[in-house]
């Protein structure tokens, strides 16, 4: 193999793997739900942006966003999609998992009152404690109900949301020694 054939695969191996990385990096950033106000009602609505497209257009520059799902459709699927304004302005602040880090962030368990560390969330996702003293995970609230969960709920972290869950579901292989 001539020296010109190889130094062509490797600067074109170099390309390709850059241009992953660009489109990967692109591709985690935009992926989510987020909670916008709709500009036609001004009420919150769950949205989420075609990742892949914003993307694979990042890699030819600016991300063009496109949303792949919200709340309002099927029935206001035909909008201008003008919230994509909000998600340009701000792409983190109304990520659902950015709001959720930002609520527990400095607080303690309201169980075993340690610190709740949001960094290991790709481990253990911490919990809510409602008024009821049932916990429950995040993921089984709607994004349209986050923010009033959040002023009546308690946060709980992993272990003791994992605890209580086996206290609620196989009590009877539970034992309580003092």
Known sequence: MSTLL??????????VVL???????A???????????????QQPAAVRVNAVRAALSSLRGRPQLRLDACSRWPEREGCGQECLAE?????????V???LVRWY?????ALCGSDVDAAHWY????????ANGQTLEWRQIPALDLEGVL??????????????????EHPDRVVFRP
Not at 123 to 130: C, G, I, N, T, V
């Open 105 to 109: 962030e400095g607080k303690r368990c």
């Open 87 to 95: 998600i340009a302005a701000a792409p983190e602040g109304c990520m």
């Open 97 to 99: 998992r950015g709001m």
């Open 27 to 41: 591709f985690f950033h935009q992926r989510g739900q987020r909670l916008v106000a709709c500009p036609e009602t």
């Open 19 to 25: 241009g992953l990385g660009r489109f990967l990096r």
């Open 6 to 15: 190889v130094l062509s695969i490797v600067v074109a191996a170099v390309v």
């Open 151 to 168: 002023e009546t709920h308690r946060p709980v972290c992993w272990n003791c949301h994992i605890i209580e869950s086996v206290i609620r």
């Open 123 to 130: 481990a253990h996702e911490p919990a809510l404690l409602d």
